[in-house]
């Protein structure tokens, strides 16, 4: 749990971020922060896009468009202008990286998770590292460049979980959040909406650009993912889940994430922790007040 002092000095050390980033003329800038289980960042926006990587630990993103889960590996792209929020769940590492959107052509439009290569995680790790100068060197600004570069070709994922519009079937995927379970069926929804099948699939796939069963696996994939980070059985995780064996879990997984869960996690968790971080490791021209 997050003590009162901690969660205020977070929530000014974030304020002054935000207050700094707005400020700076850099084209890009690279920042860690580590943030302790259940911390929550209120609702903000910035004029920079945001490639936001959870190094250790999974994150939790609001808006308004739906939510999307950060587990470690992945990061998620959030286009300038975006209200968030921000739920850690878990010890989190977070390291990102903040981009003025016309820094390069090809930048994404739109909110999204994606997977981080071995050469970004690198790449963002070494950015955070490098020292502020008021010009940078030749290898900071090599650096900095090849992210740039790398951003639009990271693989998304489908780690998001977009809400609908409608009050209604937005009460029934809440409900769904609450009790996840893989046997929900189209004509389940359709009939507690009164509605028909035609009529609810049509109006689900308007409402959130998914079909109701690929919406289903992404919200059960919310459900385990945060479970399994902390170390449950894969067991444990899929009965919970209502899975009839660990096998049909394990499909799904497979399906939406191309791993096995043990496996997945194994490669997640590969490298060695960085060290803890508050304040620092900024890349600028400008020192942070």
Wanted: with cysteine; aromatic share 6%; charged share 20%.
């Amino acid at each position: 749990m997050v003590s009162a002092d901690q969660g205020a000095d977070l929530f000014e050390m974030h304020f002054r971020r935000l207050k700094w980033l707005e400020q700076a003329s850099d084209q890009i800038l690279a920042l860690p922060c580590d943030y302790p289980d259940g911390h929550r960042v209120p609702d903000h926006e910035h004029s920079r896009a945001q490639l936001l990587h959870a190094i250790h630990g999974v994150v939790l993103i609001k808006t308004r468009f739906g939510r999307w889960i950060v587990p470690p590996d992945h990061a998620m792209w959030i286009p300038a202008g975006i209200i968030h929020s921000v739920e850690m769940l878990g010890d989190v590492s977070m390291r990102s990286v903040y981009v003025v959107p016309e820094s390069i052509e090809g930048l994404p439009a739109r909110l999204h998770v994606v997977a981080v290569s071995d050469l970004m995680r690198s790449l963002i790790v070494e950015a955070v590292k490098l020292p502020v100068k008021a010009v940078p060197s030749e290898r900071a600004l090599l650096v900095l460049n090849l992210i740039l570069h790398e951003i639009p070709r990271l693989p998304e994922r489908p780690l998001g979980l977009p809400f609908p519009s409608d009050a209604r079937i937005a009460s029934l995927c809440r409900r769904f959040l609450a009790e996840p379970s893989p046997h929900t069926t189209i004509d389940d929804w359709a009939a507690w909406l009164g509605m028909s099948r035609r009529s609810f699939t049509r109006t689900f796939q308007r409402e959130t650009g998914l079909s109701l069963s690929t919406w289903r696996q992404q919200a059960l994939l919310f459900a385990a993912l945060p479970r399994l980070a902390d170390g449950e059985p894969v067991t444990s995780v899929a009965l919970d889940l209502g899975y009839d064996s660990v096998p049909a879990f394990t499909t799904m997984f497979r399906r939406m994430l191309g791993a096995s869960p043990r496996s997945y996690l194994r490669r997640s968790g590969e490298g060695e922790r960085p060290p803890r971080q508050t304040e620092g490791g900024l890349l600028s021209t400008s020192p942070l007040p």
